[in-house]
């Protein structure tokens, strides 16, 4: 099996490599096994957790269900609002700031 890393993580598991005296395969095969045990582990305690009636599951349809306005949100953006009202022209510099500001609204 081939893995790509980052040039960074190479970098780092071959001075590892280095400094423990171990291969390269032989730590990336430890970590993956550590890991992956980790995960397992993990997962052995969540369903622990449901079959022992601490955690209640949630069905799907109800977990996505309190999203589904939100993704129609995002999915869908608000339509633009077209100004089809022409705006008043400044004549001049004299005009106050307040009544711009009033125009600009």
């Known amino acids: 099996?081939?893995?790509?890393?980052?040039?960074?993580?190479?970098?780092?598991l071959n001075e590892l490599a280095i400094q423990s005296g171990?291969?390269?395969?032989?730590?990336?095969?430890?970590a993956m096994a550590?890991?992956?045990?980790e995960v397992r582990g993990m997962l052995?305690?969540?369903?622990?957790?449901?079959?022992?009636?601490?955690?209640?599951?949630i069905?799907?349809?109800a977990f996505f269900g309190e999203f589904a306005p939100t993704r129609r949100?995002?999915?869908?953006?608000?339509?633009?609002?077209?100004?089809?009202a022409a705006r008043p022209k400044f004549r001049s510099n004299r005009k106050s700031d307040?009544?711009?500001?009033?125009w600009i609204k």
Do not use: C, F, N, Q
Not at 22 to 30: A, N, Q, S
Not at 34 to 37: I, K, N, R, S
Not at 44 to 57: A, F, H, L, Q
Not at 98 to 102: A, D, F, I, K
């Open 73 to 84: 949100a995002i999915a869908r953006p608000a339509p633009r609002r077209i100004h089809t």
């Open 34 to 37: 550590g890991y992956l045990a």
């Open 44 to 57: 052995d305690g969540r369903y622990e957790d449901i079959k022992s009636g601490r955690v209640k599951p």
């Open 1 to 12: 099996m081939a893995v790509h890393l980052k040039p960074e993580t190479e970098s780092r």
């Open 59 to 61: 069905e799907s349809e």
């Open 98 to 102: 307040e009544t711009r500001r009033s």
């Open 22 to 30: 171990r291969p390269t395969d032989e730590l990336v095969e430890d």
